[in-house]
């Protein structure tokens, strides 16, 4: 079957949360989270949550685990402690909570940002996954790194994401 007959079988919306890892952002100063928000409903999926969760691993963790057991979120949209300073561990908290691995959203994000700024884009350690049954991707915090993920990635795909992630619900 080719991909664009799954996109035909995908479903018509997504119910999303979005986290941003954080321990300055307020809700007033999260251009980020507001930017993932906005993008996600202007393409039709629906933001059932946003929370802004401290760049400590139990934190991410907790707040993905209760994004996965909701019956109302089917993906969660991290932004934020991506880099490789010491106090970035989404990577870690993301990673460890994932069934199944998605390479190809952080490789094709670090050769994207690549070529818009440099080799910079080492440093990112974007990934992407699924968890139970909910999609999971975690991207760096800046605007433009968001707009990136969010548009050449995640908005053209996230309904073939879950076309995937349920199809076999019913075998």
């Known amino acids: 079957m080719s991909v664009d007959a799954h996109r035909?079988?995908?479903?018509?919306?997504?119910?999303?949360?979005?986290?941003?890892?954080?321990?300055?952002?307020?809700?007033?100063?999260?251009?980020?989270?507001?930017?993932?928000?906005?993008?996600?409903?202007?393409?039709?999926?629906?933001v059932v949550d946003y929370r802004i969760v401290q760049d400590e691993y139990d934190r991410i963790t907790r707040v993905v685990r209760e994004a996965v057991a909701r019956d109302d979120v089917e993906a969660v949209l991290l932004n934020g402690g991506t880099g490789i300073a010491l106090r970035d561990t989404t990577y870690e908290a993301v990673r460890d909570l994932?069934?199944?691995?998605m390479p190809g959203f952080g490789e094709i994000f670090r050769l994207l940002s690549y070529e818009e700024i440099g080799a910079a884009a080492m440093?990112?350690?974007?990934?992407?996954?699924?968890?139970?049954?909910?999609?999971?991707?975690?991207?760096?915090?800046?605007?433009?790194?968001?707009?990136?993920a969010m548009t050449r990635l995640i908005l053209p795909e996230l309904r073939h994401v879950m076309r995937e992630i349920y199809k076999d619900r019913h075998r």
């Open 123 to 148: 440093l990112s350690r974007a990934i992407a996954g699924v968890c139970g049954e909910t999609a999971v991707f975690s991207m760096p915090g800046s605007s433009g790194a968001v707009r990136l």
């Open 98 to 101: 994932l069934d199944k691995e």
């Open 8 to 46: 035909r079988e995908a479903p018509e919306t997504v119910r999303c949360m979005v986290v941003t890892v954080s321990d300055t952002r307020t809700p007033e100063t999260d251009k980020s989270g507001r930017l993932m928000m906005e993008l996600l409903r202007e393409h039709g999926y629906v």
